[in-house]
């Protein structure tokens, strides 16, 4: 098996699948965890299952065209729950019930291939590539239209019995607050999720003018605007207390954030650590760190490669 650690055999390269329900990214990535070739293109999850699997199929023919070395494999960051390469019932893909992403690719192109879920990948990416250069423990969350989670623990990816485990988002921190696509009330993700907290303020979010995302939000409350803070702090406050429900629990200090909203990590951080150090018990409070990932725009596709590195 090929290890990331392995310094005296030469580079190993992989090609990488970040399989988002509108784009997918890809990427040839050697096994240091650079970025050799990269392509992106639309996912098309509307229509089908067998259209996304052309869509990739897309990407895989495009990066291997030209490229001379041996590809040792193919991995596959998907959304849901993905067992045994099996991406199962995955949200806004239409017409998908259970696919074998890692059989069906493996067949295609006659190598080794792996699934697993996104933010598993992640944060198998930020251990190998990343923060985990120093830090051995920590979760890793993926902050954008839904949130996601990875567990790390001593230097390895706790997957849990069914392969399901680090749902974040889909922890109860309001057992009397708004529901999530889920099923849960009052969970993580109903709460700060991308769609669900632009809808749950949204008259708040008026006051700052028309079509306004979470990129506006951050760069509003950068130029000191005092609604646009008040809305981060609201984040930074509720991130907080679901981090500090980890903390306490697994004794763990680190927690490190990754996707799209964690741009606005210097807008929440402050009200996220006061929020944790008045929630979690002394011998944590003291002594924790919340911090941004370092490889973030490439987590998705570095983390699929890992894979295949692990």
């Known amino acids: 098996m090929i290890t990331l650690e392995t310094k005296k055999r030469k ?22 965890g650079k970025i050799i070739k990269h392509y992106k293109t639309e996912t098309y999850s509307e229509i089908s299952p067998k259209k996304v699997l052309s869509q990739i199929e897309k990407c895989i023919d495009y990066l291997k065209t030209d490229f001379k070395k041996e590809i040792v494999g193919i991995g596959i960051g998907a959304p849901g729950i993905v067992t045994n390469g099996v991406m199962k019932y995955p949200p806004n893909f239409k017409g ?27 944060g198998l990416a930020e251990l190998k590539f990343g923060h985990g250069a120093k830090h051995k423990n920590f979760i890793f969350l993926t902050l954008g239209t839904g949130i996601g989670g990875a567990m ?3 230097g390895k990816l706790y997957r849990g019995e069914q392969n399901g485990a680090g749902e974040f988002g889909m922890m109860t921190i309001n057992y009397n607050g708004p529901v999530c696509l889920g099923g849960n009330q009052g969970s993580v993700e109903a709460h700060l ?75 929440f951080i402050g009200e996220l650590n006061k929020t944790i150090k ?14 941004r990932s370092t ?9 699929a490669a890992a894979l295949i590195f692990e």
């Open 96 to 122: 998908w019930k259970e696919v074998n992403l890692a059989r069906h690719f493996a067949k295609k192109y006659k190598t080794e291939a792996i699934a697993d879920n996104d933010a598993n990948c992640a």
């Open 193 to 267: 999720g991308r769609n669900y907290f632009l809808e749950q303020n949204k008259k708040e979010i008026k006051k700052l003018g028309k079509n306004i995302d979470f990129a506006d939000i951050s760069r509003l409350a950068l130029k000191g605007n005092k609604t646009a803070k008040k809305l981060l702090n609201l984040y930074g406050f509720y991130l907080g207390v679901a981090i500090t429900n980890y903390f306490n629990l697994m004794d763990v200090r680190t927690a490190i954030l990754g996707g799209g909203i964690s741009n606005a990590y210097k807008s």
């Open 11 to 32: 580079l190993e390269y992989a090609i990488g699948i970040d399989l988002g329900g509108t784009f997918i990214k890809s990427a040839i990535v050697d096994s240091k």
């Open 152 to 154: 790390i623990i001593d």
């Open 278 to 291: 008045q929630r979690s018990i002394k011998t944590i409070r003291n002594k924790f760190r919340v911090l």
């Open 295 to 303: 490889i973030n725009n490439n987590a998705g596709v570095l983390g």
